[in-house]
């Protein structure tokens, strides 16, 4: 007899509504998250709550704002969509859930308790494809953490970070494809940036990230949890397939908070480009799988307004995953092979 079974589509998060009350209470469990600003508990008290949310939670309101839609945050409104596309080709039932806000992974279960009587296993999918300390970690220690002091009677099995999935590439590449038919001068990925020290963190051999000369280019075990790795293979296999040539695109790392980020920074690459020679320009995010206030805010408009006044002529942001067909395709995929007993795309414990 099969396993009953529920998915679960792990996203960020964002606030329930762009007023400064929700977007503070959204920003502050954010960033009192141990794993995103990673320093003590009462200095990273003092820093958040009497620093950074006070200033930031009125700006961000107002970013927010200006990309809210008539259903809510695109955020949670492309996972939704992303929800019920996939429901059409898959038996078991689907929830979302988010790391940060509104709905938390209780609520996921519970609902899938409810429509699953006698569920027996759950399959959360974080949408990080790489792994960082930030983002996929967190996410999944805190989905673990719920699961673990509710006392869910079911068992829960996580995705693993699909960076290098071929099934995953063939949909970025395809998503990408329709925007090479205009002429552009240069490709950029713009990835989410994250401090330096995490990467160290996250080196389970304490030896290699950051430490040894060209580290991402040396064959590592510590790769596997290593996120600059990772949007480096990510941009290698993107580009082989569509045959784009090397001096075409780049790599760069935006949102950054800090001093000590990876780099080199997106707002700063989006100045000098023009006066390299570099006009037009495309630009994606493959950090994020639907787009949200860093992609739609801080690229599609800040972004285009710094590398137009900085002479750039032409200026596209390529949409992320968000709905796309091949991209529906591919997670059916991962959740019918882990049914079929395949454990090759389950995290391991």
């Known amino acids: 007899m099969a396993t009953k079974r529920?998915?679960?589509?792990?996203?960020?998060?964002s606030p329930d509504s762009t007023s400064v009350k929700d977007v503070r209470r959204y920003l502050n469990e954010f960033l009192?998250?141990?794993?995103?600003?990673?320093?003590?508990?009462?200095?990273?008290?003092l820093l958040v709550k009497g620093i950074i949310v006070p200033f930031r939670a009125p700006k961000s309101a107002e970013a927010y704002r200006t990309i809210w839609t008539n259903e809510g945050s695109p955020l949670i409104v492309l996972t939704q969509h992303l929800q019920q596309e996939l429901q059409q080709y898959v038996d078991e039932p689907i929830e979302i859930a988010m790391r940060y806000g509104n709905p938390t992974p209780a609520m996921a279960y519970d609902n899938l308790l409810k429509r699953q009587p006698g569920l027996e296993?759950?399959?959360a999918i974080p949408l990080y494809p790489h792994y960082a300390m930030a983002s996929y970690e967190t996410a999944v220690d805190f989905a673990k953490e719920i699961h673990s002091k509710n006392k869910y009677p079911f068992k829960l099995n996580f995705i693993k970070?699909?960076?290098d999935e071929a099934d995953y590439i063939n949909a970025m590449a395809e998503n990408i494809k329709p925007f090479l038919n205009?002429?552009?001068?240069?490709?950029?990925?713009?990835?989410?940036?994250?401090?330096?020290?995490?990467?160290k963190k996250t080196d389970d051999t304490k030896s290699h990230c950051m430490q040894v000369n060209d580290c991402c280019n040396v064959a590592s075990p510590a790769h596997s949890k290593c996120y600059r790795h990772q949007c480096f293979v990510t941009t290698k296999l993107v580009t082989d397939a569509l045959n784009i040539p090397k001096e075409k695109f780049s790599i760069s790392f935006q949102s950054r908070l800090g001093k000590g980020w990876l780099q080199p920074f997106t707002d700063i690459r989006l100045e000098q480009m023009p006066k390299e020679g570099i006009k037009k320009l495309l630009v994606l995010c493959p950090a994020f799988v639907s787009?949200?206030?860093?992609?739609?805010?801080?690229i599609e408009e800040r972004g285009k307004e710094s590398f137009m006044e900085a002479g750039g002529t032409s200026y596209k942001m390529i949409p992320c995953?968000?709905?796309?067909t091949l991209w529906v395709n591919t997670l059916e995929k991962w959740v019918k092979e882990t049914a079929?007993?395949?454990?090759?795309?389950?995290?391991?414990?």
Do not use: Q, W
Request: aromatic share 10%; proline share 4%; charged share 25%.
């Open 182 to 199: 205009e002429a552009y001068d240069h490709i950029l990925f713009s990835y989410h940036g994250i401090p330096e020290r995490h990467l």
């Open 121 to 123: 296993e759950v399959l």
């Open 161 to 163: 970070p699909f960076f």
């Open 291 to 298: 787009d949200c206030l860093e992609t739609l805010e801080e």
């Open 6 to 13: 529920g998915i679960v589509l792990m996203n960020l998060g």
């Open 32 to 45: 009192m998250d141990g794993k995103v600003i990673d320093v003590p508990y009462l200095l990273r008290f």
């Open 321 to 324: 995953l968000n709905t796309n």
């Open 340 to 349: 079929d007993g395949n454990k090759e795309m389950i995290l391991k414990s």
